[in-house]
């Protein structure tokens, strides 16, 4: 069993930047896709951004030009880039992997991934 975990929130200004890591307990290259979702206070929780192994990644509309996700496979570890920080970013941001391919990487719901992070807080003030 894969436990992931996040790292690196906290608080930011408007228009600033902010860098989320995932480290998996275990090889990430054996995970077919990774992603972020985000729940903000009083909303349900929504993709924000999937990779692929092979690379390929997906955007949420509200996050596309802004945020960007990658791997490193040799680390374990999936990041989150956030460039042009609004005030509706604000939320708490979990990491998710699955190691089938049976499902698409992008456009499903968080129960479907069988590994899910505990989240950590992102609060950007403007």
């Known amino acids: 069993q894969v436990q992931v975990e996040e790292s690196g929130g906290g608080s930011a200004q408007a228009g600033g930047f902010m860098r989320l890591a995932c480290t998996a307990s275990?090889?990430?290259?054996?995970?077919?896709?990774m992603g972020w979702f985000r729940q903000a206070p009083g909303k349900g929780r929504e993709e924000v951004a999937t990779i692929t192994m092979y690379g390929t990644t997906s955007y949420a509309d509200s996050v596309k030009g802004r945020f960007i996700v990658a791997r490193d496979n040799p680390k374990n570890s999936l990041y989150l880039s956030m460039n042009s920080l609004r005030a509706e970013d604000t939320a708490v941001y979990y990491c998710t992997g699955d190691s089938s391919n049976t499902l698409p990487c992008n456009g499903r719901s968080w129960e479907s991934f069988p590994y899910r992070g505990q989240g950590t807080q992102v609060t950007v003030s403007s």
């Open positions: 275990g090889p990430i290259y054996e995970q077919y896709c």
